[in-house]
């Protein structure tokens, strides 16, 4: 979002009247760039000069309840603040409307609404600290954003996406390879398997055919019954023999047939021998191949599950190679992302580190270093950094601050309890005033 303007925006003077602690404020900013350092005693009105900058630029949104203090005369209270683009915001208080009048101008007497002053606004500028404030997956996504890769976002929920499907198809593979480690050896030796297909097809022929020879031996006697009965009927009826002697000659011929018969299998028979011994034996060997092979099935049961554990195992290897390289190349990405923030780093889930830690842990020195590098790297138009408390920075970090200020074009109005020398605007009872330029030229600026 870039304004009309251009960019590159910053201040070069405040005037307040009657806002919070501050009865007034008359501070011009030689520096366009850089770090401004607010210093005073504490409860001088340091922090209200930074409110009144807020409650200028920001809208009414960033008006605190109370905002005129009770020295104002008639009950009112104003906020005045030039830019370096020539615009002059001004905001006045008054018990009709305690959240101000604003007015936007420009040098040509152009009038402008809040809208043209959110064009220029960047959404960490006033308190950079609020990033810390935000969810980890908005922070990943600002400081994704800030990196050379507009794609990384997206690469990193396609590596995210594998790495999850990685680890759906290693589990069931983890708990077979567990499952199969706890199938324990069996005692003593391994007993060889007994192959018992011939005497069970032996069995099989000699139990048809001794149901076969059951089979003729009730139909010979079914056939004896029968003829006995013929024979009686013809001693009962003798006067019938003539009409039934040709009966009688076939059922003669029926019964010789059937003695033929009888008579055949009977041979057969004979010929087999007794088969009860035989089918006995038989079946106390496939007993005794039964025992053996049920002795045997806990070692089969025991190959399989070596088998299994070895498959598992191995898939679980691929898999958890597969993870490496995708947390290889997540950490590829992230390191090739770009971000311009010093000691930023990710750990292995994607969450943003902080010289090593996580940001949660971060001192107070640090999450303000982070949060001005992360608010100047988001590259607004309103290039200013409100930092409340910077107490916990010492020179060393002031000077960084100051120097990565200047290289993106950025001011840091930074509050600081006075101990080592006076800064740009100086605060002391409820007055803030630029200090002269003799008495900055040695301080941290």
């Not at 691929?318 to 000691?343: Q, W």
């Not at 990565?404 to 109005?413: C, D, K, T, V």
């Given at each position: 979002m870039s304004s009309t303007n251009g960019k590159g925006v910053t201040i070069v003077r405040v005037d307040v009247e009657n806002f919070h602690r501050l009865r007034l404020a008359e501070a011009g900013i030689e520096?366009?760039?850089?770090?401004?350092?607010?210093?005073?005693n504490k409860g001088q009105g340091k922090s209200s000069l930074l409110r009144a900058v807020k409650a200028a630029l920001g809208g009414a949104g960033e008006v605190l309840p109370r905002a005129v203090n009770d020295e104002s005369e008639d009950g009112s209270g104003q906020v005045?603040?030039?830019?370096?683009?020539?615009?002059?915001?001004?905001r006045r208080f008054t018990e009709k409307a305690p959240k101000g009048y604003l007015t936007v101008e420009a040098k040509d007497g152009a009038r402008y609404p809040q809208a043209k002053l959110n064009e220029i606004l960047g959404p960490l500028s006033f308190d950079p600290l609020a990033f810390?404030?935000?969810?980890?997956?908005?922070?990943?996504?600002?400081?994704?954003?800030?990196?050379?890769?507009?794609?990384?976002?997206?690469?990193?929920?396609?590596?995210?996406?594998?790495?999850?499907?990685a680890y759906d198809e290693r589990t069931p593979w983890i708990s077979q390879q567990r499952r199969a480690s706890q199938v324990s050896r069996p005692e003593g030796e391994r007993p060889e398997p007994v192959d018992v297909s011939a005497e069970m097809e032996r069995l099989r022929v000699l139990r048809l055919k001794v149901d076969s020879i059951q089979v003729t031996r009730d139909e010979i006697a079914e056939l004896d019954r029968q003829a006995s009965a013929h024979e009686a009927r013809i001693d009962a009826i003798e006067e019938e023999i003539q009409r039934l002697q040709k009966e009688r000659e076939e059922?003669?011929?029926?019964?010789?047939?059937?003695?033929?018969?009888?008579?055949?299998?009977?041979?057969?028979?004979?010929?087999?021998?007794?088969?009860?011994?035989?089918?006995a034996g038989i079946e106390a060997r496939i007993s005794e191949a039964d025992a053996v092979n049920e002795a045997l099935e806990p070692w089969k049961t025991y190959g399989r599950a070596r088998e299994s554990e070895k498959e598992a195992k191995a898939k679980v290897e691929?898999?958890?190679?597969?993870?490496?390289?995708?947390?290889?190349?997540?950490?590829?990405?992230?390191?090739?992302?770009?971000?311009?923030?010093?000691?930023l780093t990710f750990d292995t889930d994607g969450s943003p580190l902080l010289n090593g830690r996580p940001l949660e842990i971060a001192s107070g020195g640090e999450r303000i270093e982070l949060a001005v590098a992360v608010a100047l790297a988001a590259d607004p138009d309103l290039r200013i950094c409100l930092v409340d408390e910077a107490n916990d920075l010492d020179l060393?970090?002031?000077?960084?601050?100051?120097?990565?200020?200047?290289?993106?074009?950025?001011?840091?109005?930074?509050c600081r309890i006075g101990l080592e020398g006076p800064g740009e605007i100086v605060v002391e009872d409820g007055e803030a005033r630029s200090a002269p330029q003799e008495e900055t030229a040695g301080a941290v600026s």
């Open positions: 520096k366009p760039t850089g770090l401004i350092r607010i210093t005073g005045r603040i030039e830019l370096t683009n020539g615009i002059t915001v001004t810390f404030d935000l969810k980890p997956d908005r922070q990943r996504e600002i400081l994704f954003s800030l990196g050379t890769d507009p794609d990384l976002p997206k690469k990193l929920e396609e590596v995210k996406a594998e790495r999850k499907r059922r003669k011929s029926q019964w010789k047939l059937a003695q033929d018969a009888m008579k055949k299998k009977e041979a057969d028979l004979d010929g087999l021998g007794d088969p009860t011994e035989e089918i691929e898999l958890t190679n597969e993870i490496g390289s995708l947390d290889v190349r997540e950490r590829d990405l992230l390191t090739k992302a770009g971000i311009p923030i010093p000691g060393e970090s002031l000077e960084a601050l100051n120097a990565l200020a200047e290289e993106h074009g950025f001011q840091i109005w930074a």
